[in-house]
C-alpha cells in the first residue's frame, strides 16, 4: 500500500500530558498537510510544509501545537500540555505541490484526551 | 476563502443517479472547485475538480454552472458504497476548507 499513512491510530491520554503523531506521506509528494476533525464537522486546517520549509499555520495551531517534517520526508505532529477540547481526529494529507493537484488523506488519528 | 453553501443530507435509492448541488456565489475568478467526499471512519477521498467546463471522471461526473456560482456534483448510479458525507470545497489556496458537507444515504 503506497497511501498516506498515519501512526498511532488511536490514541487515549490524560489531560496535561503530551503526545506526538506520525504521518509518512506518499513518496514523491512534496506537499504535507496535518488537519483536525470534531465531530459532525469537516476537517479544518492546521499547517501544511512544502519539502521542510512549514508555508503556513492556522490561528487554531495554538503554542502548545508544533509540527516538523524534517528532511522533506514523514512529519510530526506534537501536542504539549493535552486539554481535553484536543480531543478529535488528527489528518494528513499529502499533494504533489499545486493546489490544482488532489489531496491524499490518511486514516487519521484520534486522540482522546481524559 | 469564499464559502460554498449545500443541503445537510440528501436520500437517494440504491442504482440511481445522484445530483448534489453546491452554491458559491462568492467564488473568484481563480478559485477552483473541488469535491471530496469522506466514507465513515475514513480520511477524506478525492473525487473529482473543475474550472469552468463540465468534467467527467470513472468516480462522478461535475456540471458547472455558466456563472461559475453554482455547481452539481453527478453520481451516475449510485451503490451502497456511496453512502458518505460530501464536501464541496472552492480551492483558492492551498488548503482546503471544509465546510459541513451533504451527508448523502442509499436507500437499498
Known amino acids: 500500500d503506497t497511501g498516506v499513512s498515519q501512526d498511532p491510530r488511536h490514541k487515549i491520554t490524560k489531560r496535561g500530558q503530551n503526545v506526538t503523531f506520525r504521518c509518512d506521506p506518499i513518496?514523491?509528494?512534496?506537499?504535507l498537510y496535518w488537519y483536525r476533525q470534531t465531530l459532525g464537522q469537516g476537517p479544518e486546517f492546521l499547517t501544511y510544509?512544502?519539502?521542510?520549509?512549514?508555508?503556513?499555520k492556522s490561528r487554531l495551531l495554538s503554542d502548545r501545537f508544533s509540527a516538523e517534517r524534517p528532511k522533506g520526508s514523514f512529519s510530526t505532529l506534537e501536542i504539549q500540555r493535552t486539554e481535553q477540547g484536543d480531543s478529535a481526529m488528527y489528518l494528513c494529507?499529502?499533494?504533489?505541490?499545486?493546489?490544482?493537484?488532489?489531496?491524499?488523506f490518511g486514516p487519521g488519528t484520534r486522540l482522546t484526551v481524559l | 476563502d469564499a464559502k460554498t453553501t449545500q443541503p445537510n443530507s440528501m436520500e437517494s435509492n440504491e442504482e440511481e443517479p445522484v445530483h448534489l448541488p453546491c452554491n458559491h456565489s462568492t467564488i473568484s475568478g481563480t478559485d477552483y472547485i473541488h469535491w471530496y467526499r469522506q466514507l465513515p471512519s475514513q480520511g477524506p477521498e478525492y473525487v473529482i475538480h473543475?474550472?469552468?467546463s463540465n468534467v467527467n471522471n470513472r468516480m462522478a461526473s461535475l456540471a458547472i454552472a455558466e456563472d461559475r456560482k453554482s455547481s452539481t456534483l453527478i453520481l451516475h448510479r449510485a451503490t451502497l458504497r456511496d453512502a458518505a458525507v460530501y464536501y464541496c470545497i472552492l480551492n483558492g489556496n492551498e488548503k482546503l476548507t471544509f465546510g459541513t458537507g451533504t451527508r448523502l444515504t442509499i436507500i437499498p
Open positions: 494529507a499529502s499533494s504533489l505541490g499545486t493546489r490544482y493537484n488532489e489531496q491524499f
Open positions: 513518496s514523491e509528494h512534496n506537499r
Open positions: 473543475g474550472l469552468t
Open positions: 510544509f512544502q519539502n521542510e520549509a512549514q508555508l503556513e
